[in-house]
C-alpha cells in the first residue's frame, strides 16, 4: 500500500499485524517486554479523543517535551491521528529555550514526561496566552494548577468515549481528513548559531524518505532495531521510528546512550541508527580492553586489525588477494569473531549519520563484521539526502541520493537538494524560507562537497564552516579534526585558523588513557590540571599528532594546542543535543587559551 500520511501509515500496519507480533519492545523490571500493534492502536486512539476532548483541533500545535519512551511515541501518534501538529523538543533545553520556541509557535498545550519538565513549563506558562494545558507522563507529579492534567487521565477520559460504539470511528474519520501537505511536525534546528527556526516537515515530506529508506535498506517485518537517538531529532524520528514502524519491524528503546552494549546483547537488532560519536567510542573501548591483555594476545589483535583494514579497502577497491582473504579468514576466526561473541551479537548493520565518520572508524567495523552504512541530511529535508547503500558502499562517502532526491553541486561547491521531502518552510519566516529554497525549489544545504567517480557523494565541510588563513588558504577543519581524533590520547578536537597565520587546536583529552600514561611514566599529580600541563604528557600527544599529521599540507597542520580539563558537554552548553560542538561558544569560552596560542 502506498501511504499518504503517518495515521494512515500507523493505521494500516496495526491492522495488518494486530496482536501476533511486537511494535515496540521496553525495559521493565530489569527486563525487555513488548507492546503489540493492537494494543498500542488502543493507547493511540483513546490519547486522541482525551486530546480532542481538551478542545485540540488539527492545525494547534503541541510541544512535547520527553525522553524516549514508549508515551513519546503514543503522544506522537495521537496528535497526528487529530491533524494536530507536534513541537518536540529536546529534553534537556532550559526554561528559556522551551519558551522561545513554544512562543514561537503558539503552542495550545505542552505534554512533558515527568516533574522536574513540569517546573520548566510552568515557569513560562503565564508569558504564554495560548497554552491552554500542561499533560504530564508520570503520574508521581505535584500540582494543583487546574491546566496540569495526567497523561493518564488523558487516556481514561479517550477510553470512556471509546466505549461508545457510535464514537470509535471518530480517529478513522480525522485521519481520512489529513491531507498529505498538511504539516505534521514543526522541528527546531538546535540553533548552533542564533536562534533556532521551526522546520514545517509535512506527511509528504516524511513519508517520501520513510518509503525511500524501507526500499534501499529492504527492511522488512523480520528486522528489529535497537534505539537509542532522540526521537525529537528528524534523524532517529524517520529512519529509526517511523521508517521501522511502516515496515512492521520490531523497535526497542534502549535505556540510555551508556547501556547501550548490554542492550545490543539483549535484544541482538539487526538494525541501529547511530551517530559517529558512538562508533568511535565503541572503537576505542575496544582498544582500550585490548590494551589490558597479554603482549601475545595484543600482537595477535593488532595484527589482525590491520589484516582487517587491508582487507576491507581491498573489497571496496573492488580487488581480490587470494593471500590477504585468507589472512582475513584467520584473523576473523582468531579476533573479530570472538569480539562479536563478547559484544554478544553476530550481526547487526549501522546507519551513521548527523556528522562525519572517520574512515577508520568505518572500516573496522566493517572488518569487525558489523556493516556500516554511512548518510547524510538535514532536517530541512525530512532528513536523508544521500545514504551508501547496501553492496554499493564507497567508504569516505555518504553513499548516492534517495531515489526521489535530486542534488547538484553550485559553482562555489555547494550541496542543493531538491525533492518531495523538502520541508514546507520555516514558521513564520518568509524571507528566511526564500534564502534556503530558490525559486526552482532547490534546498541550498549549507554543506560543501563533490561528487565521485562512483557517483557517491563526499562531503568536505560545512560552507560556514570553511576557514581561510591569514594567508588566503582555505582550510576545512572537519576532516582534520577527525584526523586527530584517530589519536587514543585525544577524545575531541576543535581546530581554529580562521583569519590565522596557522593553525591550532582546542583539545580535551581522553582521561582514562592520560592516566594510564601517568601510571607509565610514574608521573606524580594530584589534579586533572596537573596532568595536562605536564610536559610529558604534552610531548606525548604532539609526537602521535605530527605522526597523525604527517601528509597534511603544511597550512593544514597544527602547530600548538591547548588541552582543556572538561570534556565538552550539554550541559555546559558546548554541545548540542546530537553532540554537535558549537564552535562559536567553545570559541568564545576558551578564547583566552586562543590568544596565548597565537600570542606565545
Known sequence: ???????????????KYKDTKNAFMLKKDGKYEGINHLELREKVECMSLGLLNLGIRAGDRIGLVAEN???????????????????????????KQEEFIFS????????????????????????LSSLRHIIVMNKDFSEQDVAVKSMDYIIELGAEIRSHKDRRSIIEESVNKIKPDDVLTLIYTSGTTGNPKGVML???????????????????????????LPYCHSYERTSGYYAALSAGSTIALAEGVETIAANLSEIKPTLVTTVPRLLEMMKKKIYSNIEKESPMKKKVFYWAADIGHKYVKMKFEGKSSITLSAQYKLADKLVFSKLREKIGINHVRFVSGGAPLSQEVCEFFFALGFPVNEGY??????????????????????????????????EDGEILARGPSIMKGYWGDVEATRNAIDEDG?????????????????????KKYIFVSSGGKNIAPQPIE?????????????????????????????????KKVADNFNIQYHSVNELITNEKVIKLIKNDMDRLQKDLAKYEKVRKFSLLSAPFSIENGELTPKLSVKRHIVERKYSYLIEEMYNL
Open 202 to 228: 509535512t506527511h509528504r515530506n516524511i513519508i517520501s524518505n520513510v518509503t525511500d529508506a524501507v526500499s534501499i535498506f529492504n527492511i522488512n517485518d523480520k528486522d528489529s532495531f535497537l534505539s537509542y
Open 104 to 127: 514561537d509557535c503558539q503552542v495550545s498545550a505542552i505534554v512533558v514526561s515527568n516533574n522536574f519538565q513540569l517546573k520548566k513549563a510552568l515557569e513560562f506558562k503565564e508569558n
Open 1 to 15: 500500500m502506498n501511504f499518504t500520511t503517518i495515521p494512515e501509515m500507523f493505521l494500516y500496519i496495526c491492522d
Open 442 to 462: 532547490w534546498l541550498y544545504t549549507g554543506d560543501v562537497g563533490f561528487i565521485t567517480e562512483k557517483g557517491n557523494l563526499k562531503i568536505t565541510d560545512r
Open 482 to 514: 577527525n584526523l586527530l581524533g584517530q589519536s587514543p590520547y585525544i577524545e575531541q578536537c576543535i581546530l581554529i585558523g580562521d583569519s590565522r597565520e596557522y593553525c591550532t587546536a582546542l583539545i580535551t583529552p581522553d582521561f582514562e588513557q592520560l
Open 377 to 410: 541530511g538535514l532536517t530541512e529535508a525530512s532528513p536523508i539526502v544521500s545514504i551508501n547503500c547496501v553492496g554499493e558502499e564507497e567508504i569516505g562517502t555518504v553513499g548516492k541520493p534517495l531515489p526521489s532526491v535530486e542534488l547538484k553541486i553550485a
Open 69 to 95: 519512551r514508549l508515551e513519546w511515541v503514543i503522544t506522537d501518534l495521537a496528535i497526528a491521528s487529530i491533524g494536530a501538529i507536534d513541537v518536540p523538543v529536546f529534553s534537556t533545553l532550559t526554561s
